[in-house]
């Protein structure tokens, strides 16, 4: 990788926008599905079997991670932007690591809760 | 100058040789206990390749002129001690990123002189030389916030460490946006709106992404990217109003 960008919070901030990217092309499958729903009982039903298959359930653990990871990394950016920091501290450097273990954490809990 | 007694004491080092189009070409230059990047591409043109075109002036870190790229990144190659950077004896020294290629190490800077003109850099004061001068308190919140960012001598090192500018060169970038910022701070400015517009033009302060490169690579550790984030909270509370103390 080039020397400008082998550092954390340049990591951070693509990390940042290529979940955006891929949430923008991947929520909208999501919301077809789900709006399947909403067709009658059989739909639904058929919507369900459908989220019981490991592909589908894999594709939405995704979804929710990069979700986490977008709203994590987006208020980063916000705290990064519209707050104060004193000159010593380095506040590029600051936060990636919470907002890498929240992301974690709720990618983990759920595959817990989900299967 | 003491000579280096052993063959394995040289520098492997790749120049950029050519303009836009050239190539690196690979050099052996005496390692020395002390040299900086400067004076490894000085030897090189006074003893292997005197028509190698580079840029120097004051060798001690004041005017900005010896901004290169070393192994990868933005430099000041007066200030950049060999020791600091040499890789396993090698040493890649190419002109700035982001500016067209003249000769060798040497980069066209109008393209970054220009964008100090976008973002509204020119002074432009209201008295003339019959008034007194204004009165400006050191340590009011203004003049601060001014002062903060204003020893930036135009080396383009931060230039050319953003990656944003890398992707859209009418982006103005870090340093003509640090040197806005300390404009609409100056109370002295006559034309602070204009020059707050100009900043928040398009390609301007918005297009940053706070990846901070240019606050990681100014030799001078000013911190641009506070200056740019600075102008975007100024949306919300507009130009700031002069201090009344
Ligand atoms: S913080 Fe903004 S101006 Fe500085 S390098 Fe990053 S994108 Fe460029
Ligand atoms: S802000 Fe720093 S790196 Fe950028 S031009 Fe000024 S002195 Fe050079
Ligand atoms: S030659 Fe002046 S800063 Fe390097």
Redesign the interface.
């Known amino acids: 990788m080039?020397?400008?960008?082998s550092?954390k919070?340049?990591l951070a901030?693509i990390g940042h926008?290529v979940s955006g990217v891929a949430l923008a092309v991947f929520l909208p499958f999501h919301f077809l599905l789900l709006s399947t729903a909403i067709n009658g009982a059989d739909a639904m039903d058929e919507y369900l079997t459908l989220a019981e298959m490991l592909p589908v359930k894999i594709a939405e653990w995704g979804l929710v991670t990069l979700l986490a990871a977008h709203l994590f990394f987006g208020i980063r950016?916000l705290l990064?932007?519209?707050t104060h920091?004193p000159?010593r501290i380095n506040?590029?450097a600051a936060w990636i690591v919470p907002c890498t273990i929240a992301t974690i954490l709720i990618a983990t809990l759920f595959i817990i809760r989900v299967y | 100058m003491t000579e280096p007694k052993t063959k394995d004491s040289h520098l492997s080092v790749n120049v950029w040789r050519g303009g836009n189009e050239g190539e690196l070409v690979n050099y052996q230059v005496p390692a020395r206990e002390n040299q900086t990047v400067l004076d490894v591409i000085t030897e090189i043109q006074r003893f292997q390749q005197p028509d190698l075109a580079y840029r120097f002036a004051c060798r001690v870190g004041v005017c900005g002129s010896c901004a290169m790229t070393v192994?990868?990144?933005p430099r000041w190659t007066c200030r950049t001690h060999i020791k600091k950077v040499v890789d396993n004896g090698q040493l890649t020294v190419e002109p700035l990123?982001n500016l067209p290629r003249i000769k060798d190490l040497v980069c066209d800077l109008e393209p970054f002189i220009d964008t100090w003109k976008k973002a509204g850099a020119p002074f432009s004061g209201s008295r003339t030389r019959y008034d007194p001068p204004a009165n400006i308190k050191p340590d009011s919140p203004l003049r601060q916030a001014a002062d903060a960012g204003l020893q930036c001598i135009n080396c383009a090192v931060c230039y050319s460490?953003c990656?944003v500018v890398h992707w859209n060169r009418d982006y103005v970038g870090p340093a003509a946006l640090n040197r806005a910022w300390t404009l609409v701070n100056d109370v002295r400015h006559a034309k602070r709106q204009e020059t707050f517009e100009k900043a928040f033009s398009e390609n301007g302060c918005q297009s940053c992404?706070?990846?901070?490169?240019c606050?990681?690579h100014c030799p001078i550790q000013l911190?641009p990217?506070?200056s740019i984030?600075g102008l975007?909270?100024m949306v919300f509370k507009g130009l700031p109003k002069e201090d009344k103390k």
């Open positions: 080039h020397p400008l960008r550092h919070s340049y901030s926008r950016v990064l932007e519209f920091w000159r506040r590029y | 192994n990868g990144l990123r460490a990656d992404h706070s990846h901070g490169n606050t990681r911190n990217s506070e984030t975007k909270k």
